[in-house]
DNA sequence: ATGACCCGATACGTCGGAGGTCTTCAACGC
DNA sequence: GCGTTGAAGACCTCCGACGTATCGGGTCAT
């Protein structure tokens, strides 16, 4: 094994073993090569490695810091290896979709605040009559955002952030080919926030379900 | 932005632009150092950090590769990080872990074929009866694994992978010491297998549902 | 002709050192 | 009290050299 590599388990060892704790220093880069009996050039390429899946924050001419390690900080680099994948994988990608995002919706509807309600509400208003493609992506990505922060549970929030990715290009080729479903989209998610207005959890989940099917079929269909 | 991560947003690109295809053999780091305007070294940490997470393969001697870039593989980098987090978070993979296998064995009934059904009974009849901590975790952790793969989806099947890799398990398993839990899922374990071999896709759905539930009750009311 | 073996070319692995740039913070002058 | 300045500390980048692993062609014995 190379010695980069056994840096990159020594140090992912101190992390998990609590020798090192979110928001430490670590020694600076000449101490900790010593330390791990490596050159400083080696240990950079373990230190860039951890930086890349945020376990490590480097600021120049501080130091570098252990992240806060929160799942929604370590999940979000899911989305830089999901960028990778190929288009004929969007469809797996959004069937795991269409098994989370149903009972995170239903999740949200036993908790959801009606401050939170509000801003969905809001958000929905917000958007005009004739969005532009990218309007409407960023509407709609929000607006499932906000509802799945809503079910608690972050780990879950920062998984269906990161599968959310690949799907982006699908609607926007769904906006770009099909005229009425700009409008149905929109009847949905008014839908969708009329169920949690009402906590009503299965109205909710089927309502979801619909929403993500609809895209899925659209997109199996024109493959 | 450091030249670094230029250098990791380029090749990123040529990756996902189609000019590296899968299986393709990257210009020598000399040459690509240069092609790119940065240092040897500079590169070097690019490439490492775009090896940890399996988008690169580099062979010492011969040259370095983009990989096959399978799902499977890309979030097989997943369980590198799941390792990070606190036990505070496991329930939150297990209640993702709760939305996402009876799903995933739901399909599986639909789909499995005879001889995966007689691997899985075979792989059951093969722990003894007072397994080890460490034979548990390895069936546990194939038995599930077996069915997911059936599901036919291999991100769903990778994402779980990643949620219950060994160190997830182990945890909870350590604590679970109780003679009852042991033998209560070995009898679920082959009651997932019936509704499986009947196509039973509600019933399996349902007994992977309680499976995870029980664990995750027990894990509640112990921490 | 075939197989094992050797060896050079090639490419990644590691190292030490030299400047450069950025952040921080305390000392200074107004 | 406040803004400025300077030095110290830490990471950033580069260079050149040498070590090590792999591959492929050539050689030699069978």
């Not at 373990?46 to 501080?62: E, K, T």
């Amino acid at each position: 094994m190379a010695v980069t590599d056994e840096a990159i388990e020594k140090i992912k060892g101190m992390i998990v073993s609590g020798a090192l704790r979110p928001g430490d220093r670590l020694p600076r880069e000449s101490e900790l090569a010593a330390a791990l009996g490596l050159s400083r050039n080696s240990l950079r390429e373990a230190v860039r490695a951890l930086s890349l899946i945020r376990i490590l924050d480097v600021r120049q001419g501080d130091g570098t810091y252990v992240t806060s390690l929160d799942p929604q900080l370590l999940l979000q680099a899911m989305s830089f290896v999901v960028d990778f994948h190929r288009d004929d994988t969007v469809l797996e990608f959004l069937a795991v979709r269409r098994i989370l995002e149903p009972a995170a919706t239903a999740m949200a509807a036993l908790r959801i605040g009606e401050q939170q309600l509000d801003a969905l509400a809001a958000q929905l208003d917000r958007l005009g009559d004739s969005p532009s493609v990218e309007e409407l992506v960023a509407c709609d990505l929000e607006f499932h955002r906000g509802i799945v922060q809503s079910s608690g549970n972050s780990v879950l929030c920062s998984l269906l952030d990161g599968i959310s990715g690949p799907t982006t290009r699908a609607r926007i080729w769904r906006g770009l080919t099909q005229e009425d479903a700009v409008a149905r989209t929109l009847r949905e998610h008014r839908a969708i926030l009329a169920a949690l207005r009402d906590r009503d959890a299965e109205t909710a989940r089927s309502w979801a379900t619909v929403h993500i099917a609809s895209v899925e079929q659209w997109l199996r269909s024109s493959l």
